[in-house]
């Protein structure tokens, strides 16, 4: 791992640097860099070397601006109610245009299409390239790339301005709004490129770098957020009809089938707490992890830095210690998101320990959820787990300092990578996509698998009633009159209790159209809020037309007249 990821870095800052000043807007001087700006596509090492660019915008996005953008009903919140134009208001719905983390996410995605953009047109300009498959393979991890921009945009902002050319072939810098239908039938388009120009994961494969697996499982993701409900500019919050919504989850099981007639991607064989385990290690395994998106600093304060277990993960004192001495603690973190605690009673969980951990049951339960946090005590010279007795005070489990190599380059910052895809989730996409098409049995058995895996019971029509009725809250904006429904219901839970804090809960509340729902039910029921204080608020604040997405930066609105001043609906 850490060779590749010094490559990585390497390599990205000298890509980073060339593509920054090609696709400067209208730049016409020549880059202060070691290549000419017509050199770049005159090998393919050089070509390669641009694609570590369309990467490297990655780290910055995923480093911890995007951590709060997914909150919601399930697994966690920021703690804290103070304003501050960033991830409180993020979290708890009362962003604005001028929020500074939204603003800068916004130029991230926009940052990576033009590289994107930029860098396909130079590789496809090669001589040879018609015939040449390894040119060919490197656009198509570029088109995976451009198409993973391209879908944070549609998912966050709905019609935004779009164009699969550089400005250094269109200097039209300012566009229109463009339809979320033509934006995803690009990304379809290019994530077919991706899929077929891509080999296939190996033993030998990294999850860092893309492959035919990660533009397979990113097409299903992106064809069910298609399938399922979005705002509209108009207000409406509406969905394809059902004939599209049909082919789109036909186009998901034939995705499927590709995944097991290939048949390397698998759950981790470790099991779920270890696969876990290993993401804070930094251990690379390509099996379950499909795609992952790289952190590296070399000396935790340049590179792409990451803070996966700092800012999200328990609580971890700063060590009182001498600088001679990080190598032999942990690092601090400074764990500003909350679990909603009533998730824990959710799981399926039938013998516990001593301490509470889970004997006999669902083995995601305390990775997802952390009761203790780590404070620093003088007279031991070293960190203490306290156990928080107050559900207020439990956090995000799935990435720990404990689980960490000992030692630190900056008490803040770890090298710890974000899976962005992995084997589960696109063993519950296809469970949708047959459920939706009229195969529940296959559904159920898909939905099983991934509960099998954690050690909890299988839902059947025997056992849907305890595990559905009595473990969970009931669910009345979801009908559970049939077997479809039943399954729908049980597919709620299951993707809370198996993909919790990676990035999809929010969206998956809004394709099927009960986000606002979910945060009133969880809200109205958290033992966090009180007549007193209110520490989890999204179900209180969350406006149905106005919160499925966010604004459009105020800097962009008043830059760009081709939006005319109008803003996302109720902004």
Known sequence: MKTYKTYLYVLGILAGSLL???????????????????????????????????????????????MAFPCSDDTYYVSGQTADKGRRDIAHYKVTSSNTWVNSVWQGNYTGIERANYTVEGIEGMPGYAED???????????????????????????????????????????????????????????????????????????????????????????????????????????????KRKSYFEDVIKEWEAFNANGYHDFYPGGYTELFKGFSAGTLNSIESIFEIAFYSPDGKTGAKGYWGTYIGPSVAHPGISVTEVNQFMGRANAMFRVVPEWKGFFDVQEEDADGNVITGDERRDVMVCTYKYTWDKELYNHKKVINKNGKDWYPGKWRREWMPIGYKDPNVTDVNLCYLRYADVVLMAAEAYNETGDTPEAWKLLNSVRKRSGAREITTETYTELMKEKVYKLRFISDGDDAGKFRTALY???????????????????????????????????????????????????????????IPLDELQLNPMFESKNNPNY
């Open 20 to 66: 920054n000043a090609s696709c400067s807007d209208l730049l016409t001087e020549e880059p202060n860099s070691y290549y000419q700006k017509k050199d770049i596509f005159e090998t393919k090492a050089k070509a390669a070397m641009a694609v570590v660019g369309v990467y490297e915008e990655l780290p910055t996005l995923y480093g911890y601006l995007d």
């Open 133 to 243: 498959k390894d040119l060919q393979a490197l656009v198509a991890e570029v088109k995976f790339l451009r198409a993973l921009y391209a879908f944070n945009l549609v998912r966050y902002w709905g019609d935004v301005p779009f164009k699969t050319t550089s400005t250094n072939v269109d200097k039209n810098v300012f566009q229109p709004r463009c339809s979320r239908e033509i934006i995803y039938d690009q990304i379809v388009e290019d994530l077919n490129f991706a899929k077929t120009h891509l080999p296939w994961a190996n033993t030998s494969t990294t999850p860092e770098k893309v492959t035919q697996g990660a533009a397979r499982g990113l097409l299903m993701r992106v064809l069910l957020q298609r399938a399922g409900y979005s705002l509209q500019m108009d207000g409406s919050i509406t969905r394809p009809d059902d004939d």
């Open 493 to 551: 839970w299951e993707r809370g209790f198996e993909l919790a804090f990676e990035g999809q809960r929010k969206y998956d509340l809004i394709r099927w159209g009960v986000i606002k729902e979910a945060l009133a039910l969880f809200g109205s029921r958290s033992e966090v809020n009180t007549s007193t204080t209110t520490a989890y608020p999204a179900g209180d604040n969350f406006q149905k037309g106005k919160h499925e997405l966010f604004p």
